[in-house]
């Protein structure tokens, strides 16, 4: 079982403006995350799912501080106490990216052609201090072979490996400094399936060798399932469900949760599947609806679903599950076995 809280995110928002004219005006706001609140237990995984532009990767980008949110707080909880990220500048906040460090989504585009292996994940090294070549050449060698990388393809450039082996020289950039928390932004769903499944295992195998703490930010159900200890569900910018795995699969009480995983491919074509079917778009997030972001979509939807906001709260007593629909203690959804 994890141990103690490592991240708390409380309120956490951000709102990004939209202008007009030629002045360029502000006349409005798009809501990419909306009052977002959890926490992360130090050893453990969280899944953060949810559909294309629910705000997933704000998040993970907000919890960095690689931009900075409108409100809300994020706290670091270390050995010594708990550090406030959104209230850190320069050398303190260059100093907490230690700890926290991101894997990126695509493999090809997010390292530097022009760069060999050596200078990619030898970077983090040299900005923090370390300016011995030997030492921070010792390092990436050492970096390499966690990774599954042979040392002596140091000199190469990317354009010599494929999808999978990018992604382990990414891996082993966002390990240089030793960090505790990672945030892993759609870390497989640029690779081939089989290649999917080696990164996961890598990323475990790294987790328990290394005590790491993932963010694990995907759209992929199955492959949230097989990597998460919790999983967090967003729509339009809020969390809308949070629970361990294997209950959120086996007894979702939010109406989207249960679409979402009602989309998930089975194995066999014979299997006892209720095909759900959302009608209606996804609200835009510069103008949401009133009350429940889900209710025009939603078919247990009533008056008070169009007027009061549910908050996200313990379905059935149950701490460690939690739902925000006002009817998630009297629903009984489907769920996937």
Not at 230 to 256: C, K, Q, W
Request: charged share 25%; glycine share 6%.
């Amino acid at each position: 079982m994890q141990g103690r809280v490592l991240l708390e995110v409380q309120g956490l928002k951000k709102y990004f403006p939209i202008t007009s004219g030629f002045f360029r005006r502000t006349v409005g706001h798009v809501r990419a995350v909306d009052d977002v609140s959890f926490t992360i237990r130090q050893g453990e995984t969280l899944g953060l799912v949810g559909e294309s532009g629910c705000g997933k990767t704000t998040v993970g980008r907000c919890i960095l501080r690689a931009i900075k949110p409108t409100a809300g707080k994020v706290y670091y909880h270390a050995d010594n106490g708990a550090i406030d990220i959104t209230a850190l500048q320069d050398d303190s906040l260059r100093a907490m990216r230690r700890q926290m460090q991101l894997i990126f989504q695509d493999p090809y585009s997010s390292l530097n052609p022009r760069m060999t292996v050596r200078e990619i994940v030898g970077e983090p090294l040299l900005i923090h201090g370390v300016k011995d070549r030997q030492e921070r050449d010792a390092r990436v060698r050492e970096l390499l072979k966690q990774v599954g990388i042979r040392p002596e393809y140091m000199n190469r450039y990317p354009h010599a490996f494929s999808g999978g082996q990018r992604q382990r020289i990414g891996i082993a950039r966002a390990l240089a400094l030793d960090p505790s928390f990672i945030v892993c932004d759609e870390t497989v769903s640029a690779l081939d399936v089989s290649i999917q499944a080696q990164i996961l295992n890598l990323l475990q195998d790294l987790q328990e060798k290394l005590n790491l703490t993932y963010l694990f930010i995907a759209h992929d159900l199955s492959v949230v399932e097989h990597i998460s200890d919790r999983v967090a569900v967003m729509y339009v910018g809020r969390i809308v469900e949070v629970a361990d795995t294997v209950e959120l699969f086996s007894n979702p009480r939010h109406p989207y949760t249960e679409a979402l995983l009602a989309a998930v491919p089975r194995a066999s074509a014979t299997a006892d599947k209720d095909e759900i079917l959302l009608e209606g778009e996804v609200p835009d997030p510069a103008n949401p609806p009133q009350g429940c972001h889900f209710h025009p979509r939603c078919k247990y939807a009533t008056d008070i679903c169009k007027r009061e906001r549910p908050e996200l709260s313990e379905v059935s007593g149950d701490s460690d599950h939690a739902a925000a629909c006002h009817f998630a203690s009297q629903l009984s959804l489907r769920g996937v076995s």
